[in-house]
């Protein structure tokens, strides 16, 4: 995002310096010039972005995976689904 629409919708941004070896800094380098972001900045915040989403996705599925189990989702389950959309109460 150009610096003007930052300031525009108020959003703060501060400042990191990040240290890398030579290959990883190459790497950064490619991925900004092949793949259209205009700076390092943007490809890292991308990543950051990324993972947060990861994070969080990884906690919704723990909390799936440790909450009590429910009725199967088969076929009879989603025809009833499907009438309680479309208004018709089978019970």
Known sequence: MPNFAIAA???HMST????LP??????V??????RGYGTSSEYIR?????????LV?????VAGA???QSDPADGRYFGELRDRV???HSK
Request: hydrophobic share 35%.
């Open 29 to 34: 380098d490619e991925q900004v010039a092949g």
């Open 66 to 68: 440790s909450s009590v």
């Open 16 to 19: 990191m310096n990040i240290s």
């Open 9 to 11: 919708i108020g959003i």
């Open 46 to 54: 991308e990543l950051i972005r990324r993972d947060q989403d990861r």
């Open 86 to 88: 479309r208004g018709r």
């Open 57 to 61: 996705l990884r906690g919704l599925l």
């Open 22 to 27: 030579d290959h990883l800094k190459s790497f």
